[in-house]
């Protein structure tokens, strides 16, 4: 009888949302489920899988590596965290290319002052997915120091196209300049209301 190699064995992992998963099966298994959360946007889940990505050798390490480089910060926090007791002289001399980056603060302070459309993309990211007071107050300060046209057509995109979020402060950065003709047509265009453009 010719053996199925396509067939799922019992131990063999299930990637989540397959239906008749053999019985004691792992969803979510294996590599590919690492992968799959890694992708996926919501913050809580990528950081899951770092911590898990860790359970399959190299190349689960090679995906936390990869990691420092996401768009994310606590991403890239949780990524260097990880990394940070691995013994491998490879992986702690990554770490010292990569701390820099890691330093909140500086990290959005040094996107800001390059205004970049990929520096303001990532800060607007950082905003959108980490809700809390001190990211709220930290990129309200940093976009605050863009000071290039680049950086300025990119949070005039997001006064516009942005979240609800991201068009508050972008309406915050063009109100501090002083720039009413653009709050203007935001409101006009039913982005903003006239309080968040036009209150002292």
């Avoid at 489920?33 to 899988?49: F, T």
């Avoid at 972008?170 to 006239?194: M, Q, S």
Wanted: net charge neutral.
């Amino acid at each position: 009888m010719k053996e199925n190699h396509n067939r799922p064995r019992v131990y063999d992992a299930v990637l989540g949302g397959q239906e008749n998963a053999p019985p004691g099966a792992v969803v979510l298994g294996g590599l590919e489920g690492v992968k799959r959360r890694l992708a996926n946007p919501i913050i809580e889940q990528k950081i899951a899988a770092l911590e898990e990505a860790l359970k399959y050798g190299e190349a689960g390490l090679e995906l936390v590596i990869w990691a420092l480089e996401d768009r994310l910060w606590k991403v890239r926090h949780t990524a260097y965290s990880l990394l940070a007791s691995r013994p491998e002289p490879i992986v702690q001399e990554i770490l010292q290319q990569y701390s820099h980056k890691i330093d909140r603060y500086d990290a959005f302070v040094a996107m800001a002052r390059a205004g970049g459309m990929s520096d303001i993309d990532t800060l607007m990211d950082n905003l959108e997915h980490d809700r809390n007071s001190a990211t709220c107050k930290l990129i309200d300060f940093t976009l605050g120091l863009v000071n290039t046209h680049e950086g300025q057509d990119r949070i005039r995109h997001y006064l516009f196209n942005g979240t609800h979020i991201q068009r508050n402060y972008a309406a915050l950065y063009f109100k501090r300049r002083g720039i009413t003709d653009i709050l203007r047509e935001a409101v006009n265009r039913g982005c903003i209301d006239r309080v968040q453009a036009f209150s002292k």
